[in-house]
Structure formats: C-alpha cells, structure tokens
T-cell receptor, first 113, second 118 residues
Framework: GNSVTQMEGPVTLSEEAFLTINCTYTATGYPSLFWYVQYPGEGLQLLLKATKADDKGSNKGFEATYRKETTSFHLEKGSVQVSDSAVYFCALEKPNTGNQFYFGTGTSLTVIP | GAVVSQHPSRVICKSGTSVKIECRSLDFQATTMFWYRQFPKQSLMLMATSNEGSKATYEQGVEKDKFLINHASLTLSTLTVTSAHPEDSSFYIC??????????????FGDGTRLSIL
C-alpha cells in the first residue's frame, strides 16, 4: 500500500539553527513527493516537490531530495527563522490516480528568537 | 489571496444535527475536488473524491450515507455530515485540482473546518 511516515513533533529550535524533518514513504509504483506547510490560521500551501528519484525540490531555503534507495524525502533548512514556525506535512501522490494524496501526520515547528 | 475558500471555519452543534461544509474554488473551474479528514495528531485522510456532475468516489471505510458529497457546479463542492455524533468531531479539509497547466500545484487546499459535535 501507500503510506507516509513523518518525524513526530513538536520541534523547537532557536533562530538560525539547522532543521531536519524526516519523512519516509511506502508506495507502489513511482509516486511524486511533496512537502506542504500550514502557517497558523492558514490552509495548506505547497512548499516544494520532487517528481522522480534524485530530484531535489527547493523553496524559501528549504530542500528535500527524493531518495528511492532509502524511500525518503527529508526536509532540511540550514538556518531557520521565526517566520518558519508552522506545521509541515510530507505527502506522496499516488501515481496515475488523478492526484490522490497520502499525508504524514505533520510536524509542528516552533522557532524561538 | 485564497484560491480555495472553505466555509464555515468552525462549527459547534448538537448531536443529531446535519452539518453542511462548503468548498469553493475561487480562481479556476475544478472538475475534481477532494475531501480530507484529520484526527488529532494523525494524518490527513482522504475521505472521497468529488467529481463535478457525477457521484463522488469514497475511500474504503467511509460511509457514503453519512458523508454526503455534492459537486453540482465547477466551483462548489459540499460535504454534509448527516445526523452528526460526537465521533464525527474532527477537522475537515477540502482541496481543488486545477486544470492542466494552471499553476504548479496539483491541489489547492481550503483552510479547513473544525467540527465539534456536543
């Protein structure tokens, strides 16, 4: 089957610290992988994506690499800011299904000054 | 601004009441919308795929008579929780799939509806 396992939170970091949020997946076929972010009081927004093995998605200083050999898509940022405080969701898109998504449980990140 | 509008954002009602949640696509026509449910500290779980002009496709284990979905126009899908009970309390999120070539996101999400049944 298809599933996403995401690092549990909450995570609290000081400003400018390095961030890693782990995500591994199980899928049949070759899914696309995504990180979504939900800022307080807002809806889910696409942060970055990768559609095939070894692709690296990047946006706003965040990066994640599609690792087929380890079935992982870990999210990283070298220096977090207070404005990065949000809930982050890892997700996969089931291939050839017209966008059926499977989400991880979400990881809450709080960055303190 | 918001691409998908979901209303209401929060509703509290008595057990036995039916509750309707609306999901509107503001910037594009959406032939396909999705409804998700999120329990505390758990994943967003896909409940059903809403197809304009036809019946919704429900995921395994989701009661179609309990969660009525109507997608009567290209910009509106509604989810009605019929005869709601406390176990239906949850966070419901809708999303809309844009037409091919519209933007770079496969789905646009609403802000969610927090449903609390007393």
């Amino acid at each position: 089957g298809n599933s996403v396992t995401q690092m549990e939170g909450p995570v609290t970091l000081s400003e400018e610290a390095f961030l890693t949020i782990n995500c591994t997946y199980t899928a049949t076929g070759y899914p696309s992988l995504f990180w979504y972010v939900q800022y307080p009081g807002e809806g889910l927004q696409l942060l970055l994506k990768a559609t095939k093995a070894d692709d690296k998605g990047s946006n706003k200083g965040f990066e994640a690499t599609y690792r087929k050999e380890t079935t992982s898509f870990h999210l990283e940022k070298g220096s977090v800011q207070v404005s990065d405080s949000a809930v982050y969701f890892c997700a996969l898109e089931k291939p050839n299904t017209g966008n059926q998504f499977y989400f991880g449980t979400g990881t809450s990140l709080t960055v303190i000054p | 601004g918001a691409v998908v509008s979901q209303h209401p954002s929060r509703v509290i009602c008595k057990s036995g009441t039916s509750v309707k949640i609306e999901c509107r696509s503001l910037d594009f026509q959406a032939t396909t919308m999705f409804w998700y449910r999120q329990f505390p500290k758990q994943s967003l779980m896909l409940m059903a795929t809403s197809n304009e002009g036809s019946k919704a496709t429900y995921e395994q284990g989701v009661e179609k008579d309990k969660f009525l979905i109507n997608h009567a126009s290209l910009t509106l899908s509604t989810l009605t929780v019929t005869s709601a009970h406390p176990e239906d309390s949850s966070f419901y999120i809708c999303s809309a799939r844009p037409p091919l070539g519209w933007g770079n996101q496969p789905q646009h999400f609403g802000d969610g509806t927090r449903l609390s049944i007393l």
